[in-house]
């Protein structure tokens, strides 16, 4: 159901008004993350494991995350002549690989400012960081495969590339000292499953997944 009715409303449109990840942003994109959390709350077996573990559980990624892919995909269908719209909406190199930032054009910083958080300044250091066998693509279903397999192969370095910010909302929700406020809470969760329920989480466990 989630998956289904939830989350693509969730995204409706996201290329438009998604958030940067910057001071000032951060209480909008928490809050729209809170809604996942809420419903992996709901799971049998893991509704009282951190976020972070949910997601795995459940083969997930920050909405966070899925807001950047989106912005790869829709760069990659305007580039590549996939929608008839957006033509001009970037500024190239000359091998026309790479995308430059438009705000290199202003010496206005208020519009400089402005203009980094739309989606051809959003995108731009990401794309940049994709290795030509994404970038040409055959088609779009092709882009998201081996946006994957990028993703997977690269998964671990340090380069600020767009998963990261899975990693940069994860440590929002999961800042210091949450494991050991977590536990206790789930033992008081336990304790009192009538709080459980009208909180909405779920907090039955079969057995065998008891570890």
């Known amino acids: 159901i989630y998956k289904t009715m939830i989350r693509p409303k ?85 091998s026309r690989k790479n995308i430059l930032h438009n705000s290199a054009q202003s010496n206005d910083s208020d519009i400089c400012k402005l203009r980094a958080h739309f989606l051809p300044e959003r995108v731009c250091n990401y794309w940049n960081k994709l290795p030509n066998y994404v970038k040409s693509s055959n088609d779009v279903n092709s882009f998201k495969s081996n946006l994957e397999v990028f993703k997977n192969e690269c998964l671990h370095e340090n380069d600020d590339n767009y998963w ?11 800042g210091k000292d949450y494991l050991e406020n977590k ?18 989480i779920n907090t039955y466990v079969r057995p065998s997944s008891v570890e």
């Open 10 to 94: 969730l995204e409706y449109c996201v290329q438009i008004w998604n958030r940067s990840t910057c001071h000032g942003n951060w209480s909008t994109i928490l809050e729209l993350e809170s809604i996942q959390r809420r419903f992996t709350r709901l799971v049998n077996d893991i509704g009282l494991l951190p976020y972070s573990e949910r997601l795995k559980k459940l083969n997930l990624t920050t909405l966070g995350e899925r807001r950047l892919r989106g912005d790869l995909i829709e760069t990659y269908k305007i580039l590549n002549d996939k929608v008839q719209y957006g033509e001009n909406l970037f500024r190239l190199s000359r």
């Open 183 to 200: 536990s206790k809470f789930n033992n008081f969760l336990m304790q009192n499953i009538f709080i459980a329920n009208r909180k909405g």
């Open 164 to 174: 990261h910010v899975s990693k940069l909302i994860l440590d929002k929700i999961e």
